[in-house]
């Protein structure tokens, strides 16, 4: 009986995937998934996100007596501010790397012996049909932009829109988060309120426990390969521990990707920075899996590393970066309540079925 019952799921969840592979072949389908995935789905998860780092400081503010609106409102100017602040100031920061870099190029082309080595290179007939090819090419590209300039507006106002929701759902969750529980409660029915319960004080745990274990582990693998970039002097030290900051949150892949951009420089500057690169990488990755991510991160997750780095290789594969950047926490979730469950009687357990069958 109980084997039949997980055929018959198994059944069903395979003719769920083959419904959502068919609707993908509908042009309008997917284009109406991905407006509902970018201007839904992404502002509710990053605004989520959000919610669980600055949770912490809302409830210090609720414990001195603020209200919660008035506590979502001055967290929210705050970060505001401090964000505002970074944005000018790494604004600035890029604009000086970019002249710096502009000074080296004229600098370069001023150079006579260079000037003489690009007229010579330049009477080959072949080196002029290969820069004639590539100026067409950039004549099509900013052709293409002139031509597309409305749809790159409208991608910019979308951004826009997006980082607006993000900043509402944040406000509510952090004004009303605590009513959340209570309220989905309402709407259960009572044979499943107390597994119900159950799994949102335990998910509200993992969550929680996730999002600042993994913003912690981000600062401090920035901070790590900030002091790195200094010692070895690599150019654009802070640019790019800001970039693996951002990059940290997706689990296991994200460290590597920072590197990427590091490693074209360093190949340009020489094999010596390439070297130290090298060395600097290793010595990151390996306190970053001895030390950093056990210390802060622990057991809390109990997932295998295994099934996290196959989680965030398909995730990513097959919904890009938003997928692989929240896979982790939702299979947490998703683990979670099976487990719930299955304690309560309401789920079979999958692992004991053959067990069940022989006696």
């Known amino acids: 009986m109980v084997r039949k019952k997980v055929i018959i799921n198994l059944v069903i969840a395979n003719l769920i995937l083959i419904f959502l592979f068919m609707l993908k072949k509908f042009q309008v389908i997917n284009q109406l998934i991905q407006v509902i995935v970018w201007v839904i789905f992404a502002p509710i998860i990053f605004g989520v996100f959000?919610?669980?780092?600055?949770?912490?400081?809302?409830?210090?503010?609720?414990?001195?007596?603020?209200?919660?609106?008035?506590?979502?409102?001055?967290?929210?100017?705050?970060?505001?501010?401090?964000?505002?602040?970074?944005?000018?100031?790494?604004?600035?920061?890029?604009?000086?790397?970019?002249?710096?870099?502009?000074?080296?190029?004229?600098?370069?082309?001023?150079?006579?012996?260079?000037?003489?080595?690009?007229?010579?290179?330049?009477?080959?007939?072949?080196?002029?049909?290969?820069?004639?090819?590539?100026?067409?090419?950039?004549?099509?590209?900013?052709?293409?932009?002139?031509?597309?300039?409305?749809?790159?507006?409208?991608?910019?106002?979308?951004?826009?829109?997006?980082?607006?929701?993000?900043?509402?759902?944040?406000?509510?969750?952090?004004?009303?988060?605590?009513?959340?529980?209570?309220?989905?409660?309402?709407?259960?029915?009572?044979?499943?309120?107390?597994?119900?319960?159950?799994?949102?004080?335990?998910?509200?745990?993992?969550?929680?426990?996730?999002?600042?274990?993994?913003?912690?582990?981000?600062?401090?693998?920035?901070?790590?390969?900030?002091?790195?970039?200094?010692?070895?002097?690599?150019?654009?030290?802070?640019?790019?521990?800001?970039?693996?900051?951002?990059?940290?949150?997706?689990?296991?892949?994200?460290?590597?990707?920072?590197?990427?951009i590091p490693y074209i420089i360093a190949t340009v500057v020489g094999f010596d920075m390439l070297v130290k690169l090298t060395v600097m990488f290793i010595t990151a990755q390996t306190l970053k899996g001895r030390v950093i991510v056990p210390l802060i991160m622990g057991r809390a997750m109990k997932i295998h590393p295994i099934t996290d780095i196959f989680l965030v290789v398909g995730a990513s594969t097959i919904g890009g970066p938003l997928a692989a950047f929240c896979i982790v926490p939702i299979y947490s979730l998703l683990k979670l309540a099976y487990r719930n469950l299955v304690k309560k009687g309401i789920l079979t357990d999958f692992s004991n079925v053959d067990k069940r069958s022989k006696v």
């Open 50 to 260: 959000l919610f669980y780092i600055l949770k912490p400081i809302n409830n210090f503010f609720v414990k001195k007596g603020y209200k919660s609106s008035m506590s979502a409102t001055i967290i929210i100017l705050v970060s505001f501010a401090i964000l505002g602040g970074i944005g000018t100031y790494f604004g600035k920061y890029l604009m000086e790397q970019v002249m710096q870099l502009k000074k080296v190029i004229i600098m370069t082309i001023n150079n006579k012996d260079v000037l003489d080595i690009a007229q010579d290179y330049l009477k080959d007939s072949s080196i002029k049909t290969f820069v004639q090819n590539i100026s067409s090419e950039l004549m099509t590209y900013v052709n293409f932009i002139f031509a597309n300039i409305k749809d790159i507006f409208d991608k910019g106002m979308m951004i826009f829109s997006n980082i607006l929701l993000i900043i509402l759902v944040t406000f509510f969750l952090l004004r009303d988060g605590a009513n959340f529980k209570p309220t989905v409660l309402k709407y259960i029915p009572k044979k499943y309120k107390e597994v119900s319960d159950d799994i949102l004080s335990e998910g509200d745990t993992v969550l929680s426990t996730y999002i600042i274990g993994q913003a912690t582990v981000a600062l401090s693998l920035a901070t790590m390969v900030f002091i790195g970039y200094k010692i070895i002097k690599m150019p654009s030290a802070l640019l790019l521990a800001y970039s693996t900051f951002i990059l940290a949150f997706i689990p296991f892949i994200g460290f590597f990707i920072s590197m990427i």
